[in-house]
């Protein structure tokens, strides 16, 4: 078995399972929906659930409030949920309330963010600092192979993913001859992407690449730039790569951003563990790590149907 | 006579929908769990402590937009103190106490002495607080381990994320309480709450009368960033973490309660039974759609109209 | 019936009629079954006490309240008003005894507000609107540039301001509450001649006063409200002040002015030296200031026109002006008059003359706004005795007799000369030994008026000084031992009451030289 | 006299500071190209339009707390119609700014006719109007993609990111101009603008003079969703996309904007000229900050230090 894996507490036992003559309720609770994806791994993990016919998903938005999330997991406990899907705000603050979960009985999926200590069943989600190492290769190898200088923009100051696309990248630039010129913090916004990129352009006219820590600032980048015709002497990459309409994909596919990075959902997976946890009374493994990939306009509209089957 | 109590009225009337629209499980009505009540009064606590502060800012007629930066600032401290310092629990609650209490009496004194809109002092007090909190805590939030060695909080402290009586009632909810009761005894009281309505009924009637305006107004918002900073506290001991971003938007949260509770916006009426009748009702609400799981979208309206409604209606009592 | 009657007034067609009008705030009401009539070309006087509910009745005919019982007419026809413009739109204006002028904009944009001039492409037609105000300011006597923000006006200008507004309406029917209690005798004359001309136009007046020699001079006829019903309708040219005062109380009216023992030879409680106040404008100031003394058991008047300066003497006593330049020696020691906190501390209240902008917290109880001053006193370890407080309240207000049903109703149900009193207890409250009082009796019923100079007289009797501005004249001559009289902010003149009267007030206030 | 043009002090006062410390590049100030002065007007061009509004809103004495909401419900409605439902460029103008009118019309009738406090009704119509947005664009941002066919938006839509007269001037800085320019002949030139300032100055006594105060109340707020509405296009087209959290904040700025430019929050006291001034103030000060590359967490800082002093030294115009 797995149990060594488990130093304190006993796992609780599976007696959520009921097999596939069961009714479930699920409860997500999820961070911030008004992130683009973060509603794209809501819908997508209400899409999956559509095939599960003994699923009832019940979701939450905690409004980037970690304590709101709290109280969201305190909710699903008093509604006695049959298991709990949650992509935490940040890791520390949601530990306590996840284990109390956990330790009442009810399987845990943490998706995107983890909490600390081992309290839950299954963790998936994708590695921020890779992702950042993944651009920076990208930057150094095929937008400026023989070096040159780059703007940042950041997510918002203070969140872990926003620290770590930017320490992956400088790992990855590291020795190659490029300098980040300038790094401004963009909150995750596209208008302040464009507000930011605005004054970049025009405080570092020798910047050729913006390497923003997600889509909607590149794009907002992108915007300053076409404002000042400089739109195709540089070169935009972000990170995400969401299938949707206003998401990333279309954007490299438009030729607008020369590269995202795909950072999975995990709302598929997710709903793929909880079969396995309530219907099949299987074991998930503890971690579930998945894969980014480069998205240029090669594999853009490829990856784009994929991911809409039907759309 | 009736009306004293009107403030309650809405959050009876909330109450019992909250009853009739229950879910149930196995006959038990889950709202009235009293694990789901405390539930109730835990998560509003810190906007409740918030807005205690914020009644006797209002009751003055001012504002103080900066309380949600203040608990951010606070819990920031709270824990860089704790962890980064390894200060002990008292110091640490009182640099941070005296750093909320510090910062709202600047506020005071730059929106009573230099007589600039509380509005606008306190908005810029927001953006500043903010600052300090990202450059405190090195932008990133800190996280609390507990222990006795270097580096981690005394365990004392992570008795705020704890339930007391039984494992029943949550600590902070027990400080809420505390704190609205002394907050009660005190704007019925003292000598300092008749000088804090009359500046609110007629400010410059007040001067003439002889109340220290001015003094009474800075001491105001001393409280008011004091109370905020307590929030602040808490919050970082429920979490085991503090962060910069801490509190984004509390300060709208706790102006509701206090207008919703018949406090005026106008200053001069209004009191700090009816704030925590606000607050609790909003929590109830929020609880009540939570446990129905009411799409999030729907319950944005949902609270839009009531808060509006429960305004309205304080409008009813005489003038 | 009633109503043609009504508009048949004893024969005589009114311009307007009220028929068995009836009006409740709440529990309180405040006008019972009135009838009332106004004709073309007459001035008609409404008295009362202080709360006998004349402006309640004239607000329901300006339209200003709309859930009344009875009927109103104007030219025999039955009419209801949905507000305040519908009133103006059939002839009726008024002016309110609150100034309800918009202090951010100019003498003329208040004048025209809500009947803006427009040019043909709808656009605000300033210059006809400065144009007209200039008319109108040059035809009534007022001298004011209309380009003035009404907000840097003081008070008494600010009424003028309001009685230009009604007049330049055109009014059939003009109503007048109280429209000189900031004003001097001065521009009381001016006023008396504007009205005199609008009586001769045809148009009726409604005009309320407690000052009784103002009804002599103007009134053709007098109704007397008490307790929201009419008491008393009299012919005004043939009535004495003592029977109106009599109607409007229903009892015979004590000695209007009660003597107090001066001691002239009282300890000097302010003395003041050349007193100048530099907020004013440079340059117009004769710097040789305001001398005075006050002593104890003295009251001693300011008089002057409108302007002279009266008020800001007053606030810089208190520390709650601008800053000034001479000496203050106050019980002896020179004061540095920091404001109003440590004026009250060391024994020297004020009454401001705008009670209801300076004075009162209206939305506030009787009882919270007349401890306020004493809250701090009367708190052990900062705690206030409920019990303690509600005592002393109602003691206050037993004391000055105050017409209220509890303490802790709101100020603001309380009739005007009521509200005054309220300011008053608050300031004894305190037990002071200098008294600043500014306009005391402003919209105060004789009856309410003869115990507040009573209570003045009292407490000079205890040994405490009064200083006392005033505009109407034969107040000063009545209360004060002493009147000192201002113009262009220094003292030009020190009458003596005893051997002066009113007639030598004006003359000194005017700039006359007065010989004693 | 001096004082009428007192709000523009400050800006001058900033402008002179960010020459000072603007950045140079071959002997060029970086600040003072043409290119980067037009690119600060394009940044305030959507908080300046809404601040006009907010401008009438707080001359009555009023607040408007819902406009960041209604700009981004503006801005999904506009991608939605255009881009979901193939409305032509006209219509979805029309209707999307009606749907601002008419929500502001409808928190007017809230706020005067059942006399609610603007400051509670607003922060009610910001949580649904931010509902209504997300509902309406599923919780995603809505692309806007260009062209004739079906599920694209005309091409003139596009414009509103471009620039004119050379690709200088940004379309939206223009559309700000105009509308400022409106506003202020507006503000000057109208009986309703000195019913407006009557409101604010003296409720009762306007009311008495016959002013309709309801109904230009209503109005007033009407004009601000309206404006809001408008910013929420603009916001559209310069992003090329319409996401229900667009305008997060916003309101504050706005205000800010406001009250540098001199606008009393008590009411009765202020123009839309110093509004203008404030909203560039501000946008100078983000582009001088940016442009040198200050830390954000100390932007933070220098700008709510700026903003405290600015409307400050508004306190000095005599009251
Ligand atoms: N807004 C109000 N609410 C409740 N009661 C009121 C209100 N206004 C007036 N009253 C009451 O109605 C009665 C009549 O008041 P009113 O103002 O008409 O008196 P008045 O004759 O004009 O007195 P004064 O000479 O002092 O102006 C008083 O008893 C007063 O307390
Ligand atoms: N705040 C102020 N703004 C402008 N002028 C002022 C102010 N205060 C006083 N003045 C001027 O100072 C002079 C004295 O005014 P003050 O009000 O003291 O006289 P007053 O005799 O009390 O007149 P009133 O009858 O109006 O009360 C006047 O010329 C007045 O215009
Ligand atoms: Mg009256
Ligand atoms: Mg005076």
């Known amino acids: 078995t797995t149990s060594e894996n488990r130093p304190g507490g006993q796992p609780p036992a599976n007696t959520a399972c009921k097999g596939a003559g069961g009714k479930y309720v699920i409860g997500m609770s999820q961070a911030n929906v008004a992130e683009p994806y973060r509603q794209r791994m809501d819908d997508d993990i209400r899409a999956a659930a559509k095939s599960v016919p003994q699923f009832e998903v019940r979701f939450t938005d905690a409004q980037q409030d970690n304590s709101r999330q709290v109280s969201d997991v305190e909710n699903f406990l008093t509604q006695q949920v049959d298991l709990l899907i949650i992509s935490p705000n940040e890791a520390k603050p949601l530990t306590a309330v996840v284990k109390k979960a956990y330790d009442k009985g009810i399987p845990v999926i943490v998706l995107d963010r983890k909490v600390e200590g081992d309290a839950y069943t299954t963790w998936i989600g994708a590695d921020n600092v890779e992702i950042g190492r993944q651009a920076g290769k990208y930057v150094a190898e095929q937008l400026l192979p023989g070096g040159g200088k780059i703007a940042e923009i950041r997510g918002l100051a203070g969140s872990t993913p926003a620290k770590e696309r930017g320490d992956g990248f400088r790992e990855a630039i590291q020795g190659k001859n490029i300098d980040i010129a300038v790094s401004q913090d963009g909150d995750w916004l596209r208008e302040k992407g464009q507000e930011k990129a605005d004054a970049i352009l025009k405080s570092n006219p020798d910047v050729s690449v913006i390497y923003a820590h997600n889509d909607p600032m590149a794009e907002g980048a992108y915007l300053a730039a076409r404002a000042t015709g400089k739109q195709d002497s540089l070169k935009f990459i972000g990170i995400d790569g969401l299938p949707i309409p206003s998401g990333g994909l279309k954007a490299v596919e438009a030729g607008r951003l020369s590269a995202t990075l795909i950072y999975p959902t995990a709302g598929k997976e997710a709903v793929e563990s909880a079969r396995k946890i309530l219907v099949d009374c299987q074991q998930t493994p503890k971690t579930q790590t998945l894969p980014t990939q480069l998205i240029t306009k090669e594999n853009a509209a490829q990856v784009y149907a994929k991911e809409n089957p039907g759309g | 006579m009736i009306f004293r109590f009107q403030s309650l009225f809405g959050l009876v009337a909330v109450f019992i929908a909250a009853i009739v629209f229950s879910p149930s499980r196995n006959g038990e009505l889950l709202f009235l769990t009293s694990d789901n009540l405390f539930n109730v009064v835990r998560a509003v606590s810190e906007i409740g402590i918030i807005a205690v502060g914020m009644t006797f800012v209002i009751l003055i007629g001012g504002i103080d937009l900066s309380v949600g930066a203040m608990l951010g600032l606070a819990a920031v401290g709270s824990a860089v103190l704790l962890v980064e310092n390894d200060f002990g629990l008292i110091p640490t609650v009182v640099i941070v106490l005296a750093v909320g209490l510090v910062f709202g009496l600047l506020q005071g004194i730059a929106s009573a002495l230099f007589s600039i809109q509380a509005f606008i002092v306190t908005l810029a007090g927001l953006q500043i607080a903010r600052g300090l909190a990202r450059i405190w805590s090195g932008g990133q939030g800190v996280a609390i381990a507990y222990g006795d060695g270097p580096g981690e909080a005394p365990v004392t402290f992570s008795l705020l994320g704890e339930r007391t009586f039984n494992g029943l009632v949550p600590i902070p909810a027990l400080i809420f309480i505390v704190v609205a009761v002394l907050a009660i005894l005190f704007l019925r009281g003292t000598a300092f709450s008749r000088h804090v309505y009359a500046i609110g009924g007629n400010e410059k009637a007040a001067r003439l009368s002889g109340v220290p305006v001015t003094r009474v107004k800075i001491i105001v918002f001393g409280i008011c960033g004091l109370l905020a900073a307590l929030a602040g506290i808490i919050h970082a001991g429920q979490l085991n973490q503090g962060s910069p971003n801490d509190g984004l938007g509390y300060e709208l949260d706790a102006i509701a309660a206090v207008v919703v509770g018949g406090t005026s916006l106008a200053g001069g009426r209004g009191s700090v039974v009816g704030t925590v009748a606000g607050a609790l009702l909003l929590g109830v609400l929020n609880n009540i759609l939570a446990l129905n799981s009411v799409d999030t979208n729907v319950q944005l309206l949902i609270k839009g109209l009531v808060i509006v409604v429960a305004a309205g209606l304080q409008r009813l009592r005489p003038s | 019936m009633a109503q043609w009657r009504v508009w048949m007034d004893n024969g005589v067609a009114s311009l307007v009629g009220l028929v068995r009008i009836s009006k409740s705030y709440g529990g309180v009401r405040a006008c019972r079954d009135v009838d009332f009539t106004v004709r073309a070309g ?106 003035r923000q009404v907000g840097e006006l003081r008070t008494g200008e600010q009424q003028l301001v309001s009685i230009a507004k009604a007049l330049s309406l055109d009014a ?275 009856g309410a008026k003869a115990e507040i100079y009573q209570l003045l007289g009292q407490a000079a009797q205890r040994g405490m000084g009064v200083l006392l501005a005033s505009s109407e004249l034969a107040e000063l001559v009545g209360v004060c031992d002493r009147v000192i009289v201002l113009r262009g902010g220094r003292n030009v003149a020190e009458l003596q009451t005893a051997q002066a009267g009113e007639a030598e007030l004006l003359a000194a206030s005017m700039g006359e030289v007065v010989q004693l």
């Open chain 3, 172 to 446: 059939k029917v003009l109503i007048m509450d109280e429209p000189t209690s900031a004003l001097s005798s001065a521009e009381v004359d001016r006023m008396f001649t504007v009205i005199a001309e609008l009586r001769r136009g045809g148009a009726g007046i409604v005009y309320i006063s407690h000052r009784m020699d103002e009804i002599g001079r103007i009134a053709d006829r007098a109704t007397v409200l008490r307790n929201g019903s009419v008491v008393a309708e009299f012919d005004a040219r043939d009535m004495t002040a003592d029977q109106a005062a009599e109607a409007m109380i229903g009892r015979p009216v004590r000695a209007m002015f009660t003597t107090h023992e001066t001691t002239d030879t009282g300890e000097k409680l302010l003395e003041v030296t050349d007193l100048v106040v530099t907020r004013s404008r440079p340059g117009r100031r004769d710097p040789a200031g305001i001398s005075l003394t006050v002593r104890r058991g003295e009251i001693v008047g300011l008089a002057g026109l409108l302007g002279s300066g009266r008020t800001e003497l007053l606030e810089t006593l208190f520390g709650a002006g601008g800053r000034w330049q001479g000496s203050v020696i106050f019980k002896g020691r020179s004061s540095r008059l920091r404001g109003p906190r440590s004026a009250i501390r060391r024994g020297v209240v004020y009454m401001p003359e705008d009670r209801r902008i300076s004075g009162l917290a209206l939305d506030h109880s009787v009882l919270a706004n007349t401890v306020l001053s004493i809250v701090d006193r009367i708190a052990r370890f900062g705690v206030v005795s409920r019990r303690r407080e509600a005592g002393e309240a109602t003691r206050i207000v037993r004391e000055l007799s105050v017409k209220l049903a509890s303490v802790r109703d709101p100020v603001s149900t309380l009739s005007g000369g009521n509200q005054q009193k309220i300011v008053l207890g608050r300031m004894l409250l305190t037990e002071p030994d200098l008294l600043l009082l500014d306009e005391p009796t402003r919209g105060v019923d004789v």
């Open chain 3, 42 to 147: 007459e001035v008609h006087a409404l008295l009362g006490e202080n709360g006998a509910g004349k402006s309640t009745l004239m607000r329901v005919l300006s339209g200003d309240l709309t859930d009344y019982t009875g009927t109103i007419t104007v030219g025999g026809k039955p009419i209801r008003f949905h507000g305040p413009a519908d009133a103006q739109r059939a002839g009726i204006a008024m002016i309110h005894q609150e100034l309800d002028l918009v202090p951010g904009l100019s003498v003329a944009e208040n004048i025209f507000l809500g009947r803006e001039p427009r040019t043909p492409v709808r656009t605000l037609d300033r210059r006809a609107m400065l144009r007209e105000t200039r008319n109108l300011l040059r035809r009534t006597g007022i001298d004011l540039d209309p380009r």
